[in-house]
């Protein structure tokens, strides 16, 4: 398969990994009365089951004791689990409460704060036009904060926890595939998951098994969050890392859109022009990286002994 059919296919998975996230509040929407905590903990239990199944079927096993041994390896998967836990449990809580368009934010925010992580933990140099994009990014929250009356948690939580998550997973150097890192993470937490189940059962709030349609859904959770992270795996190998992250924001609009047209959320006039700030940030950032990977490809030309 020639370099173009691979990118071609590449977007498409990432296309298709976006847009799965994008519908992630009807999904969600659609799991009521479930609270956000049964709902986390369905759907770590089925991921887990799932990654079980597989991994016995492929008979691969081999990855477990030497990631067991490593003791830097295994905390950083236990902060990753824990992390995108809270991510989980945060955005639920935002959907079933009707303020998707607050988890949409964090989303758009989250490409900002990830640069923000790399400054102020990595150490790493902004360009002008980076810096002109994270100056933006936090007048639309110090905006949005007053504006609002209120500080934005939902979407600061979103984009903290992701940002951190991503940057955990790459100090650490997970070097797993997506189905090991997943099953790792989800195993991590699953004991969590067991004592949630219960304390919800002891209260009488349990909901799986009072119909089978909302039973099908929640145990349809493993699915739902292993197929995009296995295209968004396929996608990431195929395509440069701009091409992704500008296929990203596709998730964050569809959320919204979701929420407004389908969903029926009110947004506030002060919440539109905090996106709006924010989105002039974003075609800052997204164009600046273009550029930079332009001016990257256009140093590697066929006489240079790297591109051989």
Not at 1 to 25: C, E, H, I
Not at 30 to 36: D, N, V
Not at 158 to 167: C, E, H, I, T, V
Not at 265 to 271: F, G, K, L, R
Request: charge should be positive; hydrophobic fraction near 60%.
């Amino acid at each position: 398969m020639s370099a173009a059919d691979q990118a071609r296919r590449g977007t498409a998975y990432g296309v298709l990994a976006y847009g799965v996230w994008g519908v992630f509040p009807l999904y969600f929407h659609a799991l009521k009365p479930a609270g956000a905590w049964e709902i986390l903990a369905h759907r770590i239990a089925w991921t887990m089951l799932l990654c079980l199944i597989l991994l016995a079927v492929r008979k691969d096993w081999a990855w477990l004791r030497p990631t067991l041994a490593d003791r830097r390896l295994s905390l950083g998967l236990v902060a990753a689990a824990l992390l995108i836990a809270a991510n989980w449990v945060i955005y639920v809580v935002a959907v079933l409460a009707g303020h998707t368009y607050e988890a949409a934010l964090g989303y758009f925010l989250n490409p900002l704060v990830t640069v923000a992580l790399g400054v102020v933990l990595l150490g790493e140099r902004l360009r002008r036009a980076q810096w002109i994009a994270v100056g933006i990014g936090a007048a639309a929250f110090l905006y949005l904060a007053l504006a609002g009356g209120g500080f934005p948690i939902v979407a600061i939580s979103l984009a903290l926890s992701f940002g951190l998550y991503g940057l955990l997973k790459k100090r650490v150097g997970v070097a797993l595939d997506p189905w090991h890192s997943l099953f790792a993470e989800t195993a991590i937490l699953l004991p969590a998951a067991a004592v949630i189940l219960l304390i919800v059962a002891e209260r009488g709030d349990a909901t799986f098994g009072t119909g089978a349609w909302h039973t099908t859904l929640l145990a349809m959770a493993g699915l739902v969050t292993a197929i995009p992270l296995l295209l968004f795996a396929a996608a990431a190998q195929r395509v440069p890392l701009v091409t992704m992250g500008l296929i990203q924001f596709m998730t964050p609009v569809m959320q919204l859109i979701v929420g407004v047209l389908l969903l029926n959320e009110h947004v506030t006039s002060s919440s539109w022009v905090g996106f709006g700030i924010v989105w002039i940030a974003l075609v800052i950032l997204s164009v600046d990286s273009l550029r930079a990977s332009r001016r990257s490809r256009a140093t590697i030309t066929p006489l240079d002994p790297a591109a051989e």
